[in-house]
């Protein structure tokens, strides 16, 4: 009778279990969805890292181990990535904020500074404004380099349907040109076949309303942010850091010289070091 009690609460919607420091749970999002999320350590703030696209919360192995030692660490699955479901049409950037807002609604999570690489940082974003009482500050990794920038319809066409003709090969393809000259191989292999091998579906749908978020909306939502957002960001594409700071007064940017778009994965020790520096910075004072 006992076992089977335990069964039925791991089946259960929404269950977490729990072992030592380390907590998962399957959490449903705003559209039902269950969200994949971990959780470690006790300290405060609260750090919740959200991955990019066509990733999951394992990217962040580097920094879980680090940032434990001092505060709570949370990880999500974006709907559609790594262990959570795949059941949505339409991926888009609110809807991937409502994910991560969920996380932080279930557990309670108050104080809290979100970090987000890549397309995490539009992610990140929504979820700010969809749970800003909870919500200190955002970190934003290599991501807002042109936060101005227009896009239109039929270049979103244009190269969306690239990744549509061959979404593995154009995939990986294109994963490994963001790594520098000289990047750890072995490095550049794992993380470019393990997102060519994402769902196409989903990364077709998560790519072309990113493009979107980017190309129209992503000036406006920024605005409505009431906390400081900065940045960690490699060299490997200009920064715009006026356009930033006319949208968020706080804005700064720490940069990672000679680095590609995966910094954080290529140096975790110097990433670790200037997540902590902006972390630090990000506090009320």
Known sequence: MKELFILLMILTAGTTLARSDHMTAEIPSADGVPIHAESWGKGMPTIVLVHGWSCDGTYWRDQVPDLKQDFRVVTIDLAGHGKSGTERKVYTMAAFGQDVAAVLN?????????????????????????APDRVLGLIGVDNFQ???????????????????????GFTKQWVKSMFPAGADSALVEEISSDMAAAPPAVGLSALEELLHWYGGEAPARLAELKVPLMCINSDKQPTDEAAMVALNPRYQVRYMPGHGHFLF?????????????????????
């Not at 279930?106 to 969809?130: C, F, N, Q, R, Y």
């Not at 042109?146 to 593995?168: A, C, H, W, Y």
């Open 106 to 130: 279930k557990w309670d999570l108050k104080h809290v500074i979100l970090v987000g690489h890549s397309m995490g940082g539009a992610v990140i974003t929504e979820a700010a404004l969809a």
């Open 265 to 285: 994965r290529e140096d975790p020790e110097a990433f670790n070091a200037l997540l902590r520096e902006t972390i630090k910075a990000e506090m009320p004072k």
């Open 146 to 168: 042109q936060v101005n920038m227009k896009l239109g319809g039929e270049q979103i066409v244009g190269f969306t349907s690239t990744f549509e003709r061959d979404f593995p």
